[in-house]
């Protein structure tokens, strides 16, 4: 998080779990700033973490607050709007509480619950069965390419949080649809309009391999990938639905939409470092010096230009690479 | 003769759990007792109390499926799996081949050997071995892999015969055709013969023939499960004069896999329809073996311009095949159409190039059942797209890293690559 203690001592953490358990997967969920935001020096201290992520993390899961508000926001609006499904419950916890989503208080617990969905769905495979199981380290075995590019993008279907919130299910090729959509990403950025490199679907409940087949068949036209990992889907199956639910869907997608992202955060660091404001906080601590923050802006830099490097080749012609020429002969 | 199944990873212990199903139920089932102790004594053992276990070691780096399967089989009231049959670990393999090969198989080499040499010790002549695996994920692709090492180095003398499930075309897993092209190479080397099933295939019978509407992974495991039931339940083979085999992987690896570079084999069956319309159906054999006949020439998962020009024909040619027919009238059923030289390759004697196997009692609910297994091109289209992809996946180093940091090197990629082009290369050229 933004915050000295979650992204200073969280990722030390991180980097003391690689250095005692080098083997163990280190999948990360980071909160990312929004706009508004309540610490000033977020933005030094997300890009010293990012560092830090990029770095020693296997994977990062980045999460945006204003997307979490969005969800929310957006719960409250299917539970008050006119066509009221049966399941959603009104004066339930979300909605009851007086508090219309305002922005001058943010209903943290009912964002962290939705953070705490995505840990569930990834995790559900490792909690229950399923004919195709899908483990966090195969998570990060196929959706890193190359070692930095480890940013995954999150998206959850149905929108609930885990408060007793039961929004009607929707036909399940709709569900599929909704994946893919803006509003069920948990970072604001475009899935669509940029590259996917790889993408993972963690489906639970009573969904059936066929179905799976069929949407993934449906999406990919609209969905560019990139041209060495144009069938780069990783798939899995859970029996267990969510607790009031007959399925749902996690989407990871290693997108190069995280750019803009990067981008904007590379901003609002460079806005206060260039007049190095409260700057002198952070060196008063002993063992931290200017270099370390030059060192995580080119870290940041670095990062931004590989993505940037895969964005430009969508547009390139791809053709199959040249194949190895056997000697034809007799084969006795 | 008995056979030793290694399960391996999610997909093999999934499989070869509905195999012993269908196995135990057919030879219940069946009305001849020679059939039945036959088929018992291959694939099952007895014990004091006079239930059947299933000559099976079950091999996997995470507990959940192990669980499911063994569940699964004592469930069934019929045969279960030995209790101490097993092993498993918690952390899984990451869909990472390096890792299976490079580190897990060599960390747990005794413990799964143990469990083999128990399995091997308590049959009394051992036919040899079907190891079952995936090649698109890391436990049965890597570990799977290197078991088969161990396995030819241990008892190098015995048949090794690799069942393996090839994934969908497009994606269960993103580095699937990487591992398939690690696991192919090396099992080159180590198997005898592998006999391949494709879901992308199985996927169209269980949709275009079975009539199934929501297709779902068991129902792939069962359609693959009863191919190979009727591939290794009990026949009359030439060399077994009147009895069952004793020998069943010996005579199948020796009628198909004659030549080092040709050891991938595929099996169609006929009939295959829902169950609920056999009993309405009948059957005829010149029927079914000019159906039978037909997909093996014209191998339907051809496209033809693709396959031209691979095979510069399009038309599938054959290294050799097997015909095993079940049931009624076997003795009777006229072959001839086997036996044309225009489906062969031309360096070999039609004669020696097509077997024949029977048995009279019939398979499942079938009167009448026949499975074809060939050593044809009918394999080669999905070969060399795997290659290709992985080629492609390859020239840009994406997830490269991922198996460098376990211990194969771009070199290792390289060899791989290399002997399956050849492979590749030599299907290609089977019609010359």
């Keep these: 998080t933004v915050c000295g203690t979650g992204s200073g001592l969280g990722t030390r953490v991180l980097s003391l779990l690689e250095e005692e358990f080098p083997d163990v997967c280190r999948i990360v969920t980071a909160v990312y700033p929004s706009a508004e935001d309540d610490v000033i020096t977020s933005p030094y201290n997300t890009v010293l973490a990012m560092q830090e992520l990029t770095e020693h993390a296997d994977c990062v899961l980045p999460v945006e607050n204003q997307s979490l508000l969005d969800i929310l926001n957006k719960i409250d609006a299917m539970s008050y709007g006119t066509k009221l499904g049966p399941g959603v419950k009104r004066n339930n916890c979300v909605t009851s509480g007086g508090s219309r989503l305002s922005g001058a208080q943010k209903p943290f617990d009912a964002m962290n619950n939705i953070v705490a969905n995505l840990l569930l769905n990834i995790t559900s495979s490792t909690r229950f069965e399923g004919s195709l199981n899908m483990d966090l380290n195969e998570i990060a075995m196929n959706l890193v390419p190359f070692p930095r590019l480890h940013y995954l993008v999150p998206s959850l279907t149905p929108l609930y949080s885990l408060a007793d919130v039961s929004i009607p299910t929707k036909r399940l090729d709709q569900m599929f649809s909704d994946a893919f959509s803006k509003d069920h990403q948990l970072i604001r950025a475009n899935l669509k309009h940029s590259l996917f490199l790889a993408s993972a679907l963690m489906v639970r409940g009573d969904v059936h391999m066929s179905d799976l087949r069929r949407n993934i068949e449906r999406l990919r036209s609209s969905l560019p990938f990139v041209s060495w990992n144009q069938e780069g889907w990783k798939t899995g199956l859970c029996s267990v639905p969510p607790v009031g639910h007959s399925h749902s869907m996690l989407a990871l997608s290693n997108n190069t939409c995280v750019k803009a992202t990067f981008m904007e955060l590379r901003d609002s660091f460079t806005k206060l470092y260039k007049k190095k404001a409260h700057l002198h906080h952070y060196l008063h601590v002993d063992g931290m010096e200017q270099s370390i923050f030059s060192e995580a802006l080119s870290s940041l830099t670095g990062l931004i230009e590989d993505y940037h490097h895969l964005d430009v080749s969508k547009s390139r012609l791809q053709r199959d690479t040249p194949r190895l020429r056997i000697a034809t002969g007799s084969s006795s | ?432």
């Excluded at chain 2, 510069?312 to 097997?322: K, V």
Aim: with cysteine; aromatic share 10%.
């Design chain 2, 1 to 432: 003769m008995s056979v030793v199944t290694i399960q391996l990873g999610q997909c093999g212990n999934q499989v070869g759990q509905e195999l012993f199903d269908i196995i135990c139920n057919d030879a219940e089932q069946s009305q001849r007792k020679t059939y039945s102790t036959s088929c018992s004594a291959r694939f099952f053992r007895p014990t004091s109390k006079g239930d059947l276990v299933a000559r099976a070691v079950l091999v996997d780096m995470e507990p959940k499926v192990i669980n499911q399967s063994m569940n699964k089989a004592v469930k069934s009231g019929r045969w279960r799996y030995g209790e101490d049959s097993h092993f498993s670990q918690k952390q899984g393999s990451g869909n990472n081949w390096a890792n299976g090969y490079c580190v897990l198989g060599p960390r747990h080499k005794d413990a799964v050997e143990e469990l083999v040499r128990q399995e091997v010790e308590r049959c009394d002549a051992l036919a040899g071995f079907i190891p079952v695996m995936s090649v698109a994920g890391g436990t049965g692709s890597g570990v799977g892999t290197y078991v088969t090492q161990c396995l030819r180095d241990i008892y190098p003398t015995s048949f090794i015969l690799n069942h393996l499930t090839w994934p969908y075309g497009t994606g269960e897993v993103i580095v699937q055709n990487y591992n398939s092209v690690l696991t192919l190479a090396h099992l080159y080397q180590l198997s005898d013969a592998m006999l391949v099933h494709e879901n992308d295939t199985v996927h169209k019978i269980c949709s275009q023939l079975l009539n199934i509407k929501q297709i779902s992974f068991s129902d792939i495991n069962m359609v693959i499960a009863h191919q190979l039931g009727g591939v290794l339940q009990p026949a009359l083979t030439p060399d077994s004069y009147g009895v069952y085999s004793r020998n069943p992987l010996g005579e199948l690896v020796s009628a198909l896999a004659c030549h080092p570079e040709y050891k991938l084999l595929s099996v169609s069956t006929v009939p295959q329809m829902p169950s609920s319309s056999i009993a309405f159906s009948t059957f005829s054999w010149p029927a079914l073996l000019k159906h039978l006949r037909q997909m093996l020439i014209s191998n339907t998962r051809m496209e033809v311009e693709r396959t031209r020009s691979l095979t510069q024909g399009g038309f599938n040619t054959s290294l050799a095949n097997l015909l095993i027919l079940r049931g009624k009238d076997v003795y009777s059923a006229e072959t001839g159409g086997f036996e044309d030289p225009a489906i062969y390759t031309p360096w070999l004697r039609s004669e020696e190039a097509f077997s024949l196997w029977k048995s009279p009692v019939s398979f499942d609910k079938y009167e009448k059942f026949a499975t074809l297994v060939s050593n044809s091109q009918a394999l080669l289209r999905p070969l060399d797209d795997m290659v290709r992809k992985a080629w492609n996946m390859f020239a840009s180093r994406a997830y490269i890293h991922q198996y460098i940091k376990y211990n194969i090197s771009e070199e290792d990629f390289l060899d791989s690559f290399t002997s399956l082009e050849q492979v590749i290369s030599s299907y290609g050229q089977l019609q010359c």
